[in-house]
Structures are given as structure tokens and as C-alpha cells.
T-cell receptor, first 115, second 116 residues
Framework: AQKITQTQPGMFVQEKEAVTLDCTYDTSDPSYGLFWYKQPSSGEMIFLIYQGSYDQQNATEGRYSLNFQKARKSANLVISASQLGDSAMYFCAMREDSGNTPLVFGKGTRLSVIA | EPEVTQTPSHQVTQMGQEVILRCVPISNHLYFYWYRQILGQKVEFLVSFYNNEISEKSEIFDDQFSVERPDGSNFTLKIRSTKLEDSAMYFC??????????????FGPGTRLTVL
């Protein structure tokens, strides 16, 4: 069974600094996708970044990058140059096999950016 | 940019009442999902829907839940007899579908259900 583990319930970072949010996963399927979502206090789920299990390079999207270490089954999110608007819950999620199976989410990490 | 919409944004109901949560997925998407998030907890999968039938459901999705696509645009989640523990944020999501593990699921803004 799929499992996503986010071990940091809360993180603090100084504005303009970089921060890494940890995510480890467990799957026996060789084909899977990893996703990060941001959930601000307003509640909506905002897609940030995707990494496929067969992708050779780490994904990047603007200030977001994914540190994908396949052998360690980790997919950490790195946010560079943190901004006050980055304060939110961040969820790691995984989907096995095809793009139609449901996402399995971790418990999330609450990031607080301090001025 | 196309988006998933959900109505209402917030629904308050009495225990034992029926509620219907509505979603309009993105028009060319083929797979639809309902997830729920109890306050302060992770997002949990409820059910997926394709070609007018349920393709997968979780243990949470018991007999009190049902889904329907009554017309070409709406996708609904019905809770027949609400319980206090049904209080949660309910998210609808849709994806265009395909064999790649990347098919971004577009989430709606959610409906916050409060059962009193």
C-alpha cells in the first residue's frame, strides 16, 4: 500500500531564506508520480510541482524545486527566497501507475515565514 | 484559465439530514474525484468516477455516500444521513486522464460542511 510520510508538523523560516520540507514515500510500483500542494488558510489546494518516477532530473518550478532521491524514496520540496505569502500548509502526495488513480496525501507541514 | 468550481462554499446542516455537494469539473476532463479533509488532518480520497460509474472508492465511502453526474457538467456527492464526523472540507478534483502518472488533478476550492 502507498504511504506518504511528512515528519515535520511545523517549520519556521526567515523571509528570503531557503527551506526544505521533507517527504518520504513507500511504494512497490515502479511507475509513480509525486506532487506537492500548498494549502493557504483560505483552504484551497494549489498545485506546486510534480516529479515522475522515471524523470532523470529534479523538477523545478520558479522558486520551487524537488529534491528527488529515488533510492532513499524521498521527494523533498525546496522553497528558495521564502516570502511571507509562502506561509501555508504543504502536502506531499503520490499517485501510482496511471494518471487516473487517486492521490494519497501526507499529513502536511505547516510553514511559517517570519519577517 | 479553466477551473473546477464547487457549490456551496459552506454548508451547515443538522445531523441526520441529507446534503448534496455540487461540483463542475473542467469541461474536457474525464476523471472526477471527491476527497475530504477533516479539520487539521490530511486530505483523504473518497471516490473516483469515470464513464458514468465509480472506478474506485475508499473505505470511507460507505453506503451513506453516493455520487452522480446528473447532466453533462455537474458532479455531485450526496450524503444521505449526515453524522457529526462528516464535518469536513470536501474537495472535488478532475483530470483529463491518461496513462502517464502525471496528469495534474485540478482541485476545486472546496465545500466546508458543518454538521450540528
Amino acid at each position: 500500500a502507498q504511504k506518504i510520510t511528512q515528519t515535520q508538523p511545523g517549520m519556521f523560516v526567515q523571509e528570503k531564506e531557503a527551506v526544505t520540507l521533507d517527504c518520504t514515500y513507500d511504494t512497490s510500483d515502479p511507475s509513480y508520480g509525486l506532487f506537492w500542494y500548498k494549502q493557504p488558510s483560505s483552504g484551497e489546494m494549489i498545485f506546486l510541482i510534480y516529479q515522475g518516477s522515471y524523470d532523470q532530473q529534479n523538477a523545478t518550478e520558479g522558486r520551487y524545486s524537488l529534491n528527488f532521491q529515488k533510492a532513499r524514496k524521498s521527494a523533498n520540496l525546496v522553497i528558495s527566497a521564502s516570502q511571507l505569502g509562502d506561509s501555508a500548509m504543504y502536502f506531499c502526495a503520490m499517485r501510482e501507475d496511471s494518471g487516473n488513480t487517486p492521490l494519497v496525501f501526507g499529513k502536511g507541514t505547516r510553514l511559517s515565514v517570519i519577517a | 484559465e479553466p477551473e473546477v468550481t464547487q457549490t456551496p462554499s459552506h454548508q451547515v446542516t443538522q445531523m441526520g439530514q441529507e446534503v448534496i455537494l455540487r461540483c463542475v469539473p473542467i469541461s474536457n476532463h474525464l476523471y472526477f474525484y471527491w476527497y475530504r479533509q477533516i479539520l487539521g488532518q490530511k486530505v483523504e480520497f473518497l471516490v473516483s468516477f469515470y464513464n458514468n460509474e465509480i472506478s474506485e472508492k475508499s473505505e470511507i465511502f460507505d453506503d451513506q455516500f453516493s455520487v452522480e453526474r446528473p447532466d453533462g457538467s455537474n458532479f455531485t456527492l450526496k450524503i444521505r444521513s449526515t453524522k457529526l464526523e462528516d464535518s469536513a472540507m470536501y474537495f472535488c478534483a478532475s483530470t483529463i486522464g491518461g496513462i502517464s502518472s502525471y496528469n495534474e488533478q485540478f482541485f476545486g476550492p472546496g465545500t466546508r460542511l458543518t454538521v450540528l
